[in-house]
């Protein structure tokens, strides 16, 4: 989780999402944030975006105290919070994820499920050199430094395989738009965001 929460900070991946958020020029009670992992990209975002007034991060299994336990699957729905995933819809099966949708529509809340993965070659050949190579460049920048994580890397290199393992795992269970389109219930909209050589795929919720 740390790795991927300072790559995608480091790396602006979701500046593109940050600049349509100010462009929609709409300001929001709270951002709401589902599966937040590190507490990235959810940080970064709400700091950028200068659109909501509180941050609530929450995950199943909370890495640390800033994360609030919540279990998507289970959760309360407040209508005047924005809620946001990033990179983590993929993991729900698809009867779960028209669940998650289901419930956020009923409810009238407004929500947007961002994913960085789309199932083909090339974000696979992108994600095993993102988790390998990179991975071994990165680790000594990683905030805060851990000799834990060094040791992990480096001399018994256990983090380098389950984090490519993860992000392979995480390809193939990633959707197209058109699969996206046909499981989620109608007047969802799914789009892509283009940015630099690759895009994003938002699923928004009215």
Known sequence: MDFIGFVVAKFNFYDVFIQQLKNQNK??????????GSGEPGNTIFNKSNCFNTLVLT????????IIFEDVLAMNIEKEHCYTMFNAFHHFTDEEKT????????????AYFVEILEPNIIFMIKVVLL???????????????????????????VTVFTIMYDGIISVLKSRSIRKYKEIL?????????????SSLIVIEIN
């Open 185 to 197: 219930p109608s007047g969802v909209q799914v789009y892509k965001l283009k940015r630099r050589l």
């Open 59 to 66: 995950d199943k299994f909370p890495s640390n105290t800033s």
């Open 131 to 157: 988790t390998s190579i990179a991975n071994l460049l990165i680790t000594p920048f990683i905030r805060p430094f851990s000799f834990i994580r060094i040791i992990f890397t480096y001399l018994i290199p």
């Open 27 to 36: 300001k929001y009670s709270t951002l709401h944030d589902l599966c937040s």
């Open 99 to 110: 669940s998650i949708v289901s419930k956020l529509k009923v409810a009238g809340a407004k």
